[in-house]
């Protein structure tokens, strides 16, 4: 079946890597990843002004973003009044802190915020860019939030959630990789680097310059998330990793890369883009699932319901994987009401049986039909969709000692007959926790 979406970052033969050897510091972190279980991503920028799909329609060969109609008739002045969008995106109603009680309250564990997508527009005060929210053309640049980067993170870790940085590794508005008077192929750069090794030289730098301000600049931060696949990957793109990441990690040691799509030993861990594996990857893995229809603000876009994400959410973990929602704020810097309906609901959800999801792992010595099973310590949390019945869970196969079981909901006990539990719930999702005789 032919994919509609070309935006998806895919590289099956990246999702089914082992690890190689890697430093102690990253080993570690990647045990303190797999226990967050769930993350939040924003993906922000000039393009939630258009209410396009991010900046996908700058690219005259992704003609798949303007199927229904380009934001613009043709693409010189699409081109031309995206880049000035720079000039009238004014989100005056931006409130960091309260993006990070959001988050807090739904159960997000870890953010990753758009630092700069595809289009080159940075949402951060670099010194290597003139094309940024701080700018004198930005008519944001006299906000206190101006530096929006700086006051997202802020307000993240006074609410004690971890940060991740997204970066996109090509840059269109850069003259650098869309040379002026070129026409580009595509998203790819307007040249062969092979044939300007000076040019792209002079872009490589450029990106580890961004890279190391951000991290230098902008930390503690636990994951760097690197978009544009196919960087480092086609078309003779390829950027020096090894003294990028080195430099990097110089600064902060135990730092996560996650080189998208790429494999290899920076990509620390894989992120299958909107869906579940049918195989568990090998390495860590992240189910990135946007809540609406697209990643970005899009005006009367496509949400999908509650029940919807919490069963990603209970499959995904079951399965040993972490989950990032993707959330699209709208142009006047507030989260548009759907997603933080769905945020609240989830938040509730997670009150009452979220110790069955952060920090487990798949137990997979017990199989049943419609359940999905997770594991820490000395207890099975046991989940199913609510069919409005009463559900039976049959225990008498279970392969180790049964101390109780306990009703997520409640609290309470439940009654074990002839090794049938009876679960009664209200939740979109029912649970229970079975303690065992000894830790798993």
Not at 109 to 124: A, E, S, V, W
Not at 202 to 209: G, L
């Amino acid at each position: 079946m032919t994919k509609v979406r070309k935006d998806i970052e895919e590289n099956s033969t990246a999702l089914q890597e082992e690890y190689q050897e890697l430093p102690s510091q990253i080993t570690d972190k990647l045990k303190w990843f797999c226990d967050q279980k769930i993350g939040v991503i924003f993906h922000w920028g000039l393009y939630s002004q258009a209410g396009i799909v991010e900046s996908w329609q700058l690219s005259k060969e992704d003609d798949w973003a303007r199927k229904k109609g380009g934001w613009r008739e043709d693409l010189s002045t699409l081109r031309e009044d995206y880049w000035s969008l720079n000039q009238v995106f004014n989100p005056e109603r931006f409130d960091p802190q309260h993006w990070a009680k959001m988050a807090k309250n739904a159960g997000f564990r870890y953010m990753l915020f758009t630092t700069k997508h595809h289009d080159g527009f940075n949402m951060y005060d670099t010194q290597y860019s003139d094309y940024k929210i701080t700018n004198s053309e930005s008519v944001f640049h006299t906000n206190k939030y101006a530096d929006i980067l700086r006051h997202v993170i802020d307000a993240f870790h006074r609410e004690g959630l971890a940060t991740g940085l997204y970066y996109s590794k090509a840059d269109w508005y850069s003259t650098h990789y869309w040379r002026n008077g070129e026409e580009p192929s595509g998203r790819y750069a307007s040249y062969n680097p092979l044939e300007e090794p000076k040019t792209w030289k002079k872009f490589s730098q450029y990106v580890e310059n961004q890279l190391t301000e951000l991290i230098k600049n902008y930390g503690p931060t636990d994951i760097l998330w690197l978009d544009g696949g196919w960087v480092n990957t086609t078309h003779n793109e390829y950027l020096p990793m090894d003294r990028i990441v080195t430099k990097l990690r110089e600064i902060q040691p135990d730092l996560l890369v996650v080189d998208r799509a790429v494999g290899g030993k920076y990509e620390n861990y894989v992120t299958p883009e909107r869906k579940i594996p049918e195989t568990p990857p090998k390495k860590a893995w992240e189910s990135n699932i946007p809540l609406a229809k697209n990643w970005g603000y899009v005006p009367d876009d496509e949400y999908k319901t509650f029940e919807e994400i919490l069963s990603s959410i209970v499959q995904v973990v079951a399965l040993g994987g972490n989950i990032i929602l993707g959330i699209g704020p709208k142009p006047d810097g507030t989260l548009p009401k759907k997603a933080q309906e769905i945020m609240k609901k989830l938040g509730g959800w997670l009150k009452t049986y979220g110790e069955g999801i952060y920090e487990t792992r798949p137990y997979k010595s017990f199989i049943q039909s419609g359940w999905y099973f997770t594991c820490k310590q000395n207890s099975v949390f046991a989940f199913h969709k609510n069919t409005d019945d009463t559900l039976v869970l049959n225990l008498a196969q279970f392969p180790a000692k049964i101390t109780r079981v306990i009703d997520m909901e409640t609290g309470k006990m439940l009654e074990v007959n002839q090794k049938n539990v009876a679960v009664s719930q209200k939740a979109a999702f029912v649970g229970v926790q079975i303690q065992l005789e000894e830790n798993l």
